[in-house]
């Protein structure tokens, strides 16, 4: 049974074109982006309190896989990376009364800890935005590393 923010997703059902920029270098005060084209196929199961996404770029592919616990009310997102395998630490969060979704974990980079924060917003029937930013002093400040612009194919 499908219970409170379980839908929350559906946006996102389909297949996509997406536009990524890139941080070239994470942590270190860079300003330099790199832009990868992509496309992405989502699919829904569980009655949309789950979703499963596979994205092509260049030279490799990553996958995500979101559930919803109607327990907690929260969505977990699970980044898959072809070259590396599966990121061991969820980012966890909900939509707000807004429409934004925000996504925050506790994880390391290159041997740091950070705190991780992912945003879904601007959504439409045809496009959204989603953005990571990494916070290395407890989230005073947030440096953006990566924004997917999503568009809407067929």
Known sequence: ?????ANNFDFLIGT???AN????KRGVGCEDW???????VVRSFFGGAGNFD???????SGATVRLYDAKTDLWSLH???SRVGMD???CVGRFGDDGVGRFYADDTWEGRPIRVRFIWSAITPTSCRWEQAFSYDGEQTWEINWIMDFTRTG
């Open 34 to 40: 790199e832009d990868i084209p992509a496309t992405t």
């Open 21 to 24: 920029r890139k941080l070239l």
């Open 88 to 90: 061991p630490v969820p």
């Open 54 to 60: 596979e994205i092509t770029f260049g030279g490799y």
């Open 16 to 18: 996509w074109d997406v």
């Open 79 to 81: 980044w898959i990376d």
């Open 1 to 5: 049974m499908v219970h409170g923010m």
